[in-house]
């Protein structure tokens, strides 16, 4: 299992581009079960989760081509197994995503049922529930959703009683085949379901409202092959703008989307960051100077995203201040603070809040990544420290960041992969 190296202190300076988004790749790369037809997806980002997925379709007899410009073709006519398997369940949830597009189509499909994670208990209830309202049989037995559906998924209104990204995503695609109208009400309004939306429409789906929370999908009696390219990582920008924040840099991000990131931008300008956007590039100069310490509250979409609250912790612990964070939309989601304390942080937990009081610098230690934001805010803590940090468990990190080490070694950072 390999460990990142990292000696901290230095600022980071330099230009790097942004990966194709996961959230958007793993879904769309379901989708493609919906159609006969062969699907190409350019702008896949290189990441153990869409070799997951690979090898998710490739185990229901799906075979994936990458072609000369990686980009990956699937066309799904082959498949000859319904059910994704525990093994590969258990090292990604997002498996859950071919639920939907697996019962629509078929008209049956069995897919280990998701336990709990780091981040907390993680139930998907709601997909099931949605996908019985919309006529399917589902029993939970022997540790595997089992679903089947006599005919066609038949169109429903349903409201989801929280916003969940998965369960949208997988109710859109079931409902996209299905005889009738759905909507989805309290839909996720997150870019990543847009996304998917844009490349089911692009397929023939009849699809209106992705962006808003309330999505109505019109079924269509069969969907066809296309090819779309994933749109930039939200997520993997702002991890970077966040460390080149902690570190009192200059970074721009090239390659990416401004416009999905307006409630991280405002936090990073309210750190002191300055800011310049263009259409696909964002520019972030802290002049040399020590960050503010923010406070902020994760919700869904257009809210403060969850998947960046670990990074921004990162970046109050060694800022001018106090700040407080506040999760709400996972229940177990600091295990990294107890990690940055051991590297000289000050922070408290305090129900679904904690309070950072920001140190002048964070001393080196051996840490632990527990999941995959956390990974991340832990590789930032350890950027803004004064000497070596080693962070153990960094498959958790190849999950979901693109050649991580070389695009901050870019940067300037001091960063190596050794092998533990
Ligand atoms: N929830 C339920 N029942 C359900 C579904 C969700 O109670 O049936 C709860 C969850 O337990 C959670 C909340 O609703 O408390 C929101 O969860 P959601 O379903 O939106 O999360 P998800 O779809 O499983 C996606 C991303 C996550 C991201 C969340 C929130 C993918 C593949 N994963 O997860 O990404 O944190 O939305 O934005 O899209 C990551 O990339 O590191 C990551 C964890």
Redesign the pocket.
């Known amino acids: 299992m390999d460990r990142l190296i990292i000696n901290g202190g230095i600022s980071l300076e330099g230009e790097i581009r942004i990966a194709g988004a996961?959230?958007?790749a793993?879904?769309i790369m379901a989708a493609t079960l919906l159609t006969h037809e062969t699907v190409q997806i350019c702008n896949l980002p290189h990441l153990y989760?869409i070799t997951t997925m690979l090898e998710l379709l490739g185990c229901m007899g799906v075979q994936p081509i990458v072609d000369e410009k990686l980009n990956v073709e699937i066309n799904s006519s082959s498949i000859d197994h319904f059910s994704a398997p525990y093994e590969l369940v258990k090292t990604?949830?997002?498996s859950?995503?071919v639920l939907g597009p697996l019962l629509t189509r078929y008209g049956k499909a069995e897919v280990a049922l998701p336990g709990g994670c780091a981040?907390?208990?993680?139930?998907?209830?709601?997909?099931?529930?949605a996908l019985e309202a919309m006529g399917a049989d589902i029993v939970v037995e022997d540790g595997y959703i089992k679903a089947s559906v006599d005919g066609k998924l038949k169109g429903a209104n349903i409201f989801m009683?929280?916003?969940?990204?998965?369960?949208?995503?997988n109710v859109m695609m079931a409902a996209s085949l299905a005889r009738g109208q759905t909507v989805i009400e309290n839909a996720?309004r997150?870019p990543?379901v847009v996304d998917l939306a844009n490349c089911l429409v692009k397929m023939g789906a009849d699809i209106k409202g992705q962006g808003t929370d309330t999505i109505v999908i019109n079924g269509v009696e069969a969907l066809a092959g296309c090819s779309y390219s994933v749109m930039p990582d939200r997520?993997e920008t702002g991890t970077y703008l966040i460390a080149a924040a902690a570190t009192r840099g200059y970074i721009k991000v090239k390659d990416t989307r401004p416009d999905i990131l307006e409630s991280v931008l405002s936090k990073l300008e309210q750190a002191g960051a300055q800011i310049n956007v263009g259409a696909n590039w964002i520019e972030l100069d802290m002049q040399g100077k020590r960050p503010r310490a923010v406070s902020l509250r994760t919700a869904?979409?257009p809210a403060f995203?969850?998947?960046m609250q670990a990074q921004f912790t990162a970046l109050n612990s060694v800022a001018d201040g106090t700040g407080s964070i506040t999760e709400t939309?996972?229940?177990n989601r600091f295990m990294h603070v107890h990690e940055m304390n051991r590297m000289g942080a000050s922070i408290r937990v305090e129900g679904n809040t904690v309070i950072v009081d920001g140190v002048d610098t964070l001393k080196g230690a051996p840490v632990m990544a527990t999941?995959?934001?956390a990974s991340a805010s832990l590789i930032i803590a350890g950027l803004v420290s004064d000497s070596e940090t080693s962070v153990d468990r960094i498959y958790h990190i190849d999950?979901?960041y693109e050649c991580i080490e070389e695009k901050l070694q870019l940067l300037g950072a001091r960063i190596r992969r050794v092998p533990s």
Request: aromatic residues 4%; charged residues 25%; negative net charge.
């Open positions: 996961k959230n958007s793993l879904p989760d990604m949830r997002a859950i995503l981040i907390g208990s993680r139930p998907v209830n709601l997909h099931i529930s009683d929280l916003v969940t990204v998965t369960g949208t995503e996720a997150e990543e997520i869904p979409y995203p969850t998947d939309v996972f229940e999941d995959l934001r999950r979901g």
